[in-house]
């Protein structure tokens, strides 16, 4: 055995080093090494956590929270990325034929990722979530306004680069709204992410093909215009919907595999 | 495993191999902390010094015994400890706190005596003044202030002077001091 | 309804002010037309108490409904002196609830150790002692070698133990274990009954599961559910006695089983 210098493991020189007796526990030390070690591994083991879950965790005062909104599947940097790339085709599209691409394609992404931000569809640890103290209501609720923040926001973007009219780059907002809403009351009511991305992008499909029915015009499809209070009672259905179906009432708790 | 072996598994990054370095140098360098330090600054230090250890475990240079190393950083981190915590005194004694400590054991003691008389008069007869120093530091156990006075010079001339008497000795000696 | 219950008269509240730590009064479950609990009545204090019953008879149900996962259909519920209807103290309660589902799935791209400390700082564990906390409890279930290891190269039995190691990261003093001995060799079944007991001397410990002797070697208490109801409620020698003279069954507790069961099917 290495260690000290000029340490033997004779037994004359263990009966008159201080040093050998300690490492051979002789010394009732009152030192509780356990405790220290336990302290140790939980430095080694654990992964550092970088600079905007601090920051996260600091604002909204749970770093429980900040890290159930990091770990969001739709906020992973491949979804991210992945929606950029659409959207970018979309600005393409856009320039080319001169059809609101972005505006059409912006709020079916956005129903996507809201389905797929929380739920027994997406989160094999969905049980054990439901009885935490960071509530999983809260959790949807974080996770929900920061897709919808983060979806609006690269929609935007894509809607000042692809240079539309004014009612275009802001307009399919409020649709994005509802389509978002139709995604999250989809995957709670159903319990699975995928229904919930189906139930929104049929929605969303819906809405564009019967509005271009009536007026042949894909720009006022995208826009409210005079359907805003029909947008504004269907989100609002959707969330009641999603409250319904994420209380603690509904015994019904399928589990994803 | 021997020591060497161990810390090289700990610096490409396995964890169970600093279990095994803790299990074997950790009771004594927290005995050796026991004597300067109360038990949960001691449990304190003992966590940042291996916290240390993993972090640092590439920069062994393998100069001398792995246990010298883990106490220089041991030393260092309760001197850490001791600056933070406004404590000065712990801090100088800490700086002088030889590796190998003083035995409470008289025959000990001799013996350390005796390992250090040898070194000394290794260094040749220019550590005449040297060897007075590290008899009344180490052998008389006496605090710096006293040994500046009893040699008539400013204590931060002792410390240069046992700095450069260590240096000496861990040459002389091959890494223990 | 009767209720075969035999606690000693101390486990009744005789002897003490304190509540029980879980006090259940008339509690209906349903699931679709279904009565999954039907007017259960439950009081447990302090230690180990082993859920025995066939499939269907809800004890997942009575476990998810402990664990505020579900709400209660009728009936009311006490839990650590809490009300978990109201949302302040469902919150407080949860602090101190450890709970390990039937099916508990796992983020696969996880180590052992971040899956174990999400849950604690979902917990609200306090932030300075949630790393210790959680290399604690993965000392416990006995995977420090594993503790930087992802989820997807353990084997189902450390799955399990990954599991435990979550529900008892935060000292609970309520643990529920829907059967938590799922893919554990009997070594390490030996080594969780240690970790029951060691829970069970300082709060309660619920445990559901079909293996009869896990129940006989780590309980102080049993129950028997069938069909939404408890059936019996006892000492495991209690039980053992329920059986004497009845047929079936490899060992005497299983024998009390049936005969429980067997009794309140006639």
């Not at chain 2, 004597?35 to 949960?40: I, M, T, Y």
């Not at chain 3, 917990?123 to 210790?132: G, L």
Request: charged share 20%; net charge neutral.
């Amino acid at each position: 055995m290495g260690g000290m210098h000029g340490h033997s493991d004779g037994a004359a020189h263990v009966a008159t080093c201080a040093d050998c007796q300690a490492r051979a526990g002789l010394r009732g030390l009152d030192v509780d090494l356990n405790r220290v070690w336990i302290g140790v591994a939980g430095e080694v083991w654990a992964r550092e956590v970088g600079w905007v879950e601090r920051t996260a965790g600091r604002l909204l005062r749970s770093p429980g929270l900040a890290r159930a909104l990091l770990t969001t599947p739709s906020l992973l940097l491949s979804w991210l990325l992945a929606s950029v790339a659409v959207l970018a085709i979309g600005v393409l599209a856009t320039h080319t034929s001169g059809e609101p691409w972005v505006a059409l394609l912006a709020p079916g992404l956005a129903g996507a990722a809201i389905a797929y931000a929380y739920g027994p569809g997406i989160d094999p640890a969905f049980e054990l979530s439901r009885s935490m103290v960071v509530s999983d209501r809260v959790v949807l609720l974080a996770r929900g306004l920061a897709v919808f923040a983060l979806n609006a926001l690269l929609g935007l973007a894509a809607s000042l680069v692809a240079g539309q009219a004014v009612g275009l780059t802001w307009g399919w907002l409020v649709p994005m709204t509802m389509v978002s809403a139709l995604g999250l009351a989809g995957a709670t009511l159903a319990r699975s992410a995928n229904t919930g991305v189906a139930v929104a992008l049929a929605g969303w499909a819906m809405i564009v093909l019967a509005g271009r029915a009536e007026t042949r015009d894909l720009a006022a499809a995208v826009t409210p215009g005079d359907l805003l209070p029909l947008y504004f009672v269907g989100t609002a259905l959707c969330l009641v919907a999603a409250l319904y179906a994420t209380n603690g009432r509904r015994s019904e708790v399928t589990l994803w595999r | 495993m021997d020591d060497d072996a161990l810390l090289a598994a700990v610096a490409a990054g396995d964890d169970q191999s600093l279990r095994e370095l803790f299990e074997r140098h950790a009771p004594w360098v927290a005995g050796r902390l026991r004597r300067l330090l109360a038990p949960s600054a001691v449990e304190d230090v003992m966590q940042e010094t291996f916290v240390a250890i993993w972090r640092g475990a590439r920069t062994y240079q393998g100069g001398g015994p792995v246990g010298a190393w883990i106490w220089g950083i041991a030393r260092r981190q309760a001197a850490l400890w001791a600056r933070r915590h406004g404590r000065a005194d712990l801090e100088r004694s800490l700086e002088t706190m030889l590796e190998r400590p003083a035995a409470d054991d008289p025959a000990a003691a001799a013996a350390n005596r005796a390992d250090l008389a040898q070194a000394l008069d290794g260094l040749g007869p220019e550590a005449d003044a040297q060897r007075e120093l590290v008899r009344l530091v180490y052998v008389e156990d006496r605090p710096l202030a006293d040994v500046a006075r009893l040699l008539g010079v400013p204590e931060g001339t002792v410390k240069s002077r046992l700095f450069t008497v260590r240096g000496r000795l861990r040459a002389a000696l091959g890494g223990g001091y | 309804m009767t209720v075969i219950d035999e606690r000693p008269a101390a486990a009744n509240g005789a002897n003490g002010h304190r509540p029980p730590n879980v006090a259940v009064r008339d509690l209906s479950q349903r699931f679709g037309r279904t009565r999954v609990l039907d007017g259960l009545d439950l009081e447990i204090g302090r230690g180990v108490f082993g859920l025995l019953g066939p499939n269907g008879a809800g004890k997942t149900t009575l476990l998810r409904t402990l664990a505020t996962v579900l709400s209660p259909a009728g009936g009311s519920v006490r839990l650590l002196g809490f009300d978990p209807s109201d949302a302040g103290e469902r919150r407080a309660f949860r602090r101190r609830l450890g709970y390990l589902p039937q099916s508990l799935g796992y983020y696969a791209n996880f180590t052992v150790f971040e899956f174990v400390e999400y849950f604690a700082l979902l917990k609200e564990i306090p932030a300075a002692r949630v790393r210790p906390a959680v290399a604690r409890a993965i000392e416990r279930v006995e995977l420090e070698e594993r503790a930087r290891a992802k989820l997807k190269t353990l084997s189902g039995g450390m799955l399990r133990r990954v599991g435990i190691a979550q529900a008892i990261v935060n000292e609970p003093d309520l643990l529920l274990l829907d059967e938590p001995t799922a893919g554990l060799d009997p070594e390490q079944r030996v080594s969780f009954r240690a970790l029951l007991r060691e829970f069970g001397a300082r709060g309660t410990v619920i445990v559901s599961t079909h293996l009869v002797e896990d129940v006989g070697a780590a309980c102080t208490e049993v129950g028997v559910m069938d069909r939404g109801r408890i059936l019996f409620r006892g000492t495991p020698d209690g039980l053992v006695e329920r059986g004497v003279g009845f047929a079936a069954g490899d060992s005497p507790l299983e024998r009390g089983y049936g005969a429980v069961l067997a009794a309140s099917r006639s």
